[in-house]
């Protein structure tokens, strides 16, 4: 049921970015919805649970828009996985450190995502890509505090309980 | 056991990337079919689409308030200097309006019968420009007789082709997706002169690399579709050249194209229904 839900908001994510956010971008960026997902799922779960939702959540962001079925799975995967390495670091109850796991994550997303485009064969610069990335960042950090906080409430609650 | 669990995540992380990346080399090239389960996804997710669209431009408009306040506030003064000049012009801009409304009907109807330039009108539902892929969704698809390959264009000249269809929607490679290239010749001269290529960048402008460096070409030329690519029909405008350089060795040269349509501006465009091979 969880599972899901995820899978839910995360396609009603994609759906908004490439529509109502394309109105409302700001110098290009627009919120990656899926990607702040990944992230603070892992904080809270994990490498391996952070790993596979990454996985399957970029999958579904590959089968809906992309057009390079795979690319996004192993960028969000290598990210959720990534990010589960401070599940246990993190000051989960400061909510800065997050945001500043999501703006990381960001760029990290970028630079795996040109590593591996470069690697099938695409035309992509390093810099386009970062740089493009700046207001993905900013537009990502907005929205991390809304997630973090369902995030944070659902699985404090849930440990408590 | 640390180091159990360490070969187990990077053993599982190995076939994973192997698996995917396999997957994605097989669908760098664009496919004329979608998988079963992307055609499912997107057929889920157009209702979604095209409600949001909806709300799109309300939204957009209520952010853009806040932004330019103040600029708004100035307007106002000015406006209202203008508002006894602007109520009589309301009451003809109305009629204009309505002229329009008619006209673009007309418009419509006399191309659709016109036989040999059949044009579908179609809306823009949903865009994905990223720096791997330039699209765009178009509220119209199989059901409406939509095929891959079909090329899409309006008033300004080429937008790109249909590269899938779904059965109430279509996706369609604009122009400036690096994968995009279109084959040109030059409208005064009608001499071919290569292939026009997409930079990766809705913004930016198109180009022609490794020409001769004899070619004859010159800056402020009119490029216009050859035909000869077998994938767009011939004559449909693309755009006109804005520089030349020279390659450092002066053997070959490229040509920059600043193309006549404006991708950032694209609201409602036209397909050619009866496009498919360059037949049109």
Not at chain 1, 92 to 98: D, H, I, Y
Not at chain 2, 58 to 80: M, R, W
Not at chain 2, 118 to 137: D, R, S, V, Y
């Amino acid at each position: 049921m969880r599972v899901l839900v995820l899978f839910l908001v995360a396609f009603l994510g994609i759906v908004l970015r490439d529509t109502v956010f394309n109105g409302l971008s700001v110098a290009g960026g627009k919120p990656d919805f899926v990607l702040i997902m990944v992230v603070y799922f892992a904080i809270f779960r994990g490498s391996v649970q952070g790993g596979f939702l990454g996985v399957a959540l970029g999958l579904l962001e590959d089968l809906m828009t992309g057009r390079f079925i795979g690319i996004n799975a192993i960028c969000k995967g290598l990210i959720g996985f990534a990010a589960g390495y401070s599940e246990r670091n993190l000051h989960k109850n400061n909510f800065v450190v997050p945001m500043v796991a999501v703006i990381v994550a960001t760029f990290g997303n970028a630079v795996l995502y040109f590593l591996f485009s470069v690697l099938i064969g695409g035309n992509v610069g390093l810099n386009t890509m970062l740089f493009s990335s700046i207001p993905d960042a900013v537009y990502n950090m907005c929205f991390s505090p809304v997630f973090y906080a369902v995030f944070y409430r659902f699985f404090t609650n849930k440990t408590n309980s | 056991m640390f180091k159990k669990t360490w070969i187990r995540n990077l053993l599982v992380i190995t076939v994973l990337l192997g698996i995917f990346l396999g997957l994605a080399v097989n669908t760098v090239q664009p496919r004329g079919n979608l998988s079963f389960l992307e055609k499912g996804l997107r057929i889920a997710a157009s209702p979604f689409q095209h409600g949001f669209r909806a709300v799109d431009g309300a939204v957009s408009g209520f952010f853009t308030y806040f932004t330019d306040k103040e600029k708004l506030q100035q307007e106002n003064e000015e406006l209202k200097q203008q508002l006894s000049q602007l109520n009589s012009e309301l009451t003809q801009m109305s009629e204009i309006s309505m002229e329009n409304i008619r006209l673009r009907e007309l418009l419509n109807y006399k191309e659709e019968t016109r036989g040999q330039f059949q044009l579908q009108l179609a809306g823009i539902i949903a865009e994905n420009n990223t720096n791997l892929q330039h699209t765009i969704t178009l509220d119209r698809g199989s059901n409406d007789g939509i095929q891959t390959g079909m090329t899409v264009l309006n008033h300004s000249g080429l937008i790109g082709r249909i590269t899938a269809v779904l059965p109430e929607s279509s996706e369609v490679m604009l122009l400036p997706d690096r994968e995009s290239a279109v084959g040109a010749r030059v409208w005064s001269t009608r001499e071919v002169i290569g292939v026009v290529e997409g930079e990766g960048s809705v913004s930016s402008t198109l180009q022609i690399i490794h020409l001769p460096h004899d070619a004859d070409l010159y800056v402020g030329d009119i490029l216009v579709t050859s035909g000869l690519d077998e994938v767009f029909p011939g004559g449909i405008q693309i755009g006109e050249i804005t520089a030349i350089e020279y390659s450092a060795n002066g053997l070959t040269k490229t040509a920059t194209v600043k193309p006549y349509v404006n991708f950032n501006r694209l609201e409602e465009v036209f397909i050619l229904m009866n496009s498919r091979g360059g037949n049109a």
